[in-house]
């Protein structure tokens, strides 16, 4: 990989003279990937886990003991955002340190492939002598390029039985018996125990969990039964003050949700509409019947004693949520476990003083606030991305940092810790500096958003918009306008001021300030975002 990636920059020299570099390459590359200097990363990546329902983020309603040791040992960005509130477009950020219109990667929509031939993170890594791999999640349809062993689900994967495929290509897939979750992490242990000993390692471990369907395995079935789970203050949110836009979503807890799939009926349920029945549930039919046993031994007896006495309004708004935030949080129970597997290997193998180990998540997601599910809004629940970051030596366990990071800043700071130079086309910056400094104002005060899938399978139109630690403007420019939210005064988003004479001051600098990113970031004019 190294002689190949190295031979393009020196065509013009011999046929001996090119031996003798690539020899020359190789052995300084191998002092250097020995080098103490250069730390192993382990990204934990996870799909739609909200920091509400993280321990170590103030969550209400679960325990994450696991993930919150990152933040004890290590630290927590508590205000860490993603670039466009959806799977593949924030990971083609993570991967390339940009913006989606400058890596290509816009939408989840059928066709969208990520070009796996430009510039990524990975792909520099190997070239500063380290060994990559990534196992479970990948979703941008193209096969993954600047890893040495990638073992990765096909689109979303299954929770249950998973079929992974390699470079052997898709029709060779392999099935694995078992629970994603665990899979996913028995697969990244056994390449731990294979790799290169000699080199540095990148290893992203990237789960399917918590992503609808939510199926937990069997083990955390019972998990949270016998009491409610806290309902957010939003849950009954009818979505006027803001935008008109809110109210054509289709991710609401009252209306959208699938009975087969979401709620864990087996037959459709007598007075559900079309919307919320589908037949071709995804995760029962791929059991085993023992495992489908076991499953139905816990939905069976609940789903009669619901169709027996249907709860209805508001009830049945609450009955739902239930349904659907008891299976997320048992989703992440086993995430939760899974991440303490592979803190232990670490420990146990003399690895945790020089790797940096990072938990996150590709966005956000509505548990309830709202009155919704998913994500790709601009607020605050699908806005966020959990960033919980250890780094013995260089962090000072515990420590919260409050700057505004964001998915676009992974890149160049995996580099720079790996002394590998950051190109210039990376538009995220590294946090390196903070890290030594938690305490630092020489960071960005403004972030840049842009979600550009409009009124698909959710209804949420595309927008952009502007993030400052007190003030948020979105601009919801196909259909609606600018919607200015106080986070101060209004930490729910419950209410537009854009029109409040109060606010034309904070209106007038938060447009400036989406004037002056638009302008930094490159971006084209909002009709040519309009085509995506
Ligand atoms: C699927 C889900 C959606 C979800 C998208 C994107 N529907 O289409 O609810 O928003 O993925 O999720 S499902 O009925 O198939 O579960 S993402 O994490 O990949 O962006
Ligand atoms: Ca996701």
Avoid at 38 to 49: A, E, G, L
Avoid at 298 to 307: G, H, I, K, S, W
């Amino acid at each position: 990989m190294l002689a190949k990636s190295n031979w393009s920059r020196i065509p013009l020299v011999t046929a001996m003279g090119v031996v003798w570099i690539i020899v020359s390459i190789g052995a300084v590359s191998n002092l250097f990937g020995q080098s103490q200097d250069q730390p192993n990363i382990v990204f934990i990546f996870t799909d739609d886990h909200a920091v509400q329902s993280i321990g170590a983020y103030g969550s209400t309603i679960n325990e994450t003991p696991h993930i919150d040791r990152l933040a004890q040992e290590g630290g927590i960005f508590l205000n860490s955002f993603c670039s466009n509130s959806i799977c593949g477009p924030s990971r083609a950020s993570v991967l390339t340190g940009k913006h989606s219109h400058k890596n290509g990667f816009y939408t989840n929509a059928r066709g969208a492939r990520f070009d796996g031939s430009q510039m990524t993170f990975p792909k520099l890594l190997q070239e500063a002598g380290y060994s990559t791999a990534l196992i479970g999640k990948w979703h941008l349809n193209s096969d993954p390029t600047g890893f040495d062993h990638w073992e990765i689900l096909p689109g979303q994967g299954s929770y249950y039985n998973p079929d992974f495929y390699t470079s052997d290509g898709r029709e060779n897939s392999k099935r694995y018996e078992g629970y994603v979750t665990d899979i996913t992490v028995d697969l990244s242990l056994e390449w731990l125990d294979e790799r290169d000993p000699d080199k540095p390692f990148l290893l992203m471990c990237q789960q399917k969990a918590p992503h609808r369907t939510w199926a937990p395995n069997l083990k955390h079935l019972y998990n949270y039964d016998g009491a409610p789970v806290p309902e957010p203050p939003t849950l009954f949110d009818n979505w006027s003050g803001r935008s008109d836009t809110l109210a054509n979503n289709a991710m609401s807890i009252k209306d959208h949700f699938i009975y087969q799939w979401d709620m864990k009926f087996q037959d459709r349920v007598p007075f559900a509409n079309d919307f919320e029945s589908r037949l071709d549930e995804p995760e029962r039919k791929r059991m085993t019947p023992q495992q489908r046993a076991a499953w139905d031994a816990y939905f069976e007896p609940r789903n009669q004693a619901f169709l027996e006495l249907p709860p209805v309004g508001n009830e049945l708004t609450r009955w739902k949520y239930q349904r659907y935030i008891k299976n997320y949080l048992r989703c992440i129970d086993s995430v939760d476990e899974n991440v303490g597997r592979l803190l232990t290997y670490l420990d146990a193998n003399g690895l945790a003083e020089n790797t940096i180990v990072i938990y996150s998540s590709d966005q956000g997601f509505y548990l309830g606030e709202h009155g919704w599910y998913d994500k790709r809004w601009m607020y605050e629940e699908s806005l966020r991305m959990p960033f919980l970051i250890r780094w013995p030596g260089k962090i000072e366990p515990g420590t919260r940092y409050a700057q505004l990071l964001q998915n676009i800043d992974y890149a160049p700071t995996f580099l720079e810790a790996a002394g590998a130079p950051v190109p210039e086309e990376i538009q995220g910056q590294s946090i390196l500096p903070i890290l030594e400094n938690p305490e630092s104002d020489d960071w960005r005060k403004y972030l840049y958003y842009h979600y550009y899938e409009h009124l698909t399978e959710h209804g949420v139109p595309r927008h952009e918009g502007v993030r400052g630690q007190r003030y948020k403007l979105i601009n919801y420019y196909s259909n609606d306008g600018f919607e200015l939210i106080d986070l101060q005064t209004d930490p729910n988003e419950m209410r537009d001021v854009s029109e409040d004479p109060k606010y034309a001051d904070v209106l007038e600098s938060m447009k400036s300030e989406l004037a002056r990113l638009r302008q930094r970031y490159d971006l084209p004019s909002l009709a040519e975002s309009a085509v995506h």
